[in-house]
């Protein structure tokens, strides 16, 4: 296993178009996290899938930000109309569901420049 | 609301000049506390999870501790390659996991 994948590793796009994010968790985990990074700043909650079941989305998460997991595996993070303040990291993580081992892990982010 | 603040905001060492980073937190029924490591341009890497006052975890270089109101993290006798922004994050009673973040501590160690 490698570990949480997301790609693209770097994304530059015009205001107002939309893109796409992807992330593939560590296979065995059922706990799927998004969350977004500004420079300087540590990483703020977006949204928490348990399996493929949407449980909590953070009050930063606009109308303009969707994000799916079908079947409990990968999961996409969609931002239309991208606006300048989009820009930032967007890390996943995944974790195991349990009383014991709760310790997320992170993949490398998609870091996204909107100009 | 809950709140996470790492003190100081960067941290400049001599090679073997041991310190300390600070995370001060209010939150609510806290279920655990984690310190990650992240090198620029990349993900955070986990480091430790503390779960209750008075527990300590130790990885080589680094020991993290636990009260009921902070968490420090000991660097002792600090490499080069440990040079990163250490992140502190803490778990509260949401038992969905997700964490909250303090906006960590850059860390330069100097040859």
């Known amino acids: 296993d490698t570990g949480v994948s997301q790609d693209p590793r770097h994304k530059i796009t015009k205001r107002g178009q939309n893109v796409t994010f992807r992330c593939d968790p560590i296979?065995?985990?059922?706990?799927l996290y998004w969350y977004r990074q500004t420079l300087g700043q540590g990483p703020e909650f977006l949204t928490y899938?348990?399996?493929?079941?949407?449980?909590?989305k953070s009050r930063l998460l606009s109308d303009r930000f969707s994000a799916e997991r079908p079947k409990g595996s990968f999961s996409t993070l969609e931002i239309q109309r991208t606006e300048q303040g989009d820009s930032a990291m967007y890390l996943c993580?995944?974790?195991?569901?349990?009383?014991?081992?709760?310790?997320?892990?992170f993949g490398q982010g998609t870091r996204l420049t909107v100009v | 609301e809950d709140q996470v603040t790492q003190s100081p905001e960067a941290l400049r060492l001599q090679e073997g000049e041991s310190s300390s980073l600070n995370c001060s937190y209010t939150?609510?029924?806290?279920?655990?506390l984690f310190w990650y490591r992240q090198d620029p341009g990349k993900g955070p890497e986990f480091l430790f999870t503390?779960?209750?006052a008075g527990e300590e975890k130790e990885k080589e270089r680094l020991k993290a501790t636990l009260t009921k109101k902070e968490s420090f993290l000991h660097i002792t006798a600090p490499k080069p390659e440990d040079s990163a922004t250490y992140l502190c994050?803490?778990?509260?009673?949401?038992?969905?996991?997700?964490?909250?973040f303090g906006q960590g501590t850059t860390l330069q160690v100097k040859p």
């Open positions: 296979s065995e985990h059922n706990r």
């Open positions: 993580a995944s974790s195991p569901q349990g009383a014991g081992n709760t310790e997320a892990f």
């Open positions: 899938f348990q399996n493929e079941a949407q449980l909590e």
């Open positions: 503390l779960y209750s």
């Open positions: 994050a803490c778990q509260g009673s949401s038992n969905t996991g997700k964490l909250i």
């Open positions: 939150v609510s029924g806290l279920r655990g």
